[in-house]
C-alpha cells in the first residue's frame, strides 16, 4: 500500500521555522517529482517546492523562493521541507504529494496522484 505522511506542522510566530517530513512507505522515490502543496483557507490548493527524481532538481513557488528548502533522504525514503522566515500568509494545510508519471505539471496539484493527509502550519504575527 502506498502512503505518503506528513509531520512537522505546529503553530509558530512570524520570522519563525518549521521542518516538514513526508515520509514515503509503499514505494521508493523512484516516482517523478515529490512536491509540497499547501491550501489556505478559503484557498485553492497550490504548489510549494518539488524536487525531481531523477536529477535533484528542485522548484519553487515565487512566494516562498530565498525561504523554503526541499531535500530528499533517499535511505530513508523521506522528503523534507525546511520553512524559514515564516509568514501569516504561509499560514496552511501543507500536503506531500507524489507523480508517477512524467508531467509538466510539476507544480500543479494536477501532476501528482498519491496523496499525504496534510499537516497544519499556523504562522501567527
Known amino acids: 500500500e502506498v502512503q505518503l505522511v506528513e509531520s512537522g506542522g505546529g503553530q509558530v510566530q512570524a520570522g519563525g521555522s518549521l521542518r516538514l517530513s513526508c515520509a514515503a512507505s509503499?514505494?521508493?522515490?523512484?516516482?517523478?517529482?515529490i512536491g509540497w502543496f499547501r491550501q489556505g483557507p478559503g484557498k485553492e490548493r497550490e504548489g510549494v517546492s518539488c524536487i525531481k527524481s531523477s536529477d535533484g532538481s528542485t522548484y519553487y513557488a515565487d512566494s516562498v523562493k530565498g525561504r523554503f528548502t526541499i531535500s530528499r533522504d533517499n535511505a530513508k525514503n523521506t522528503v523534507y521541507l525546511q520553512m524559514n522566515d515564516l509568514k501569516s500568509e504561509d499560514t496552511a494545510v501543507y500536503y506531500c504529494a507524489a507523480a508517477s508519471k512524467p508531467t509538466t505539471y510539476y507544480m500543479h496539484p494536477e501532476g501528482y496522484d498519491e496523496w499525504g493527509q496534510g499537516t497544519q502550519v499556523t504562522v501567527s504575527s
Open positions: 509503499g514505494f521508493t522515490f523512484d516516482r517523478y517529482y
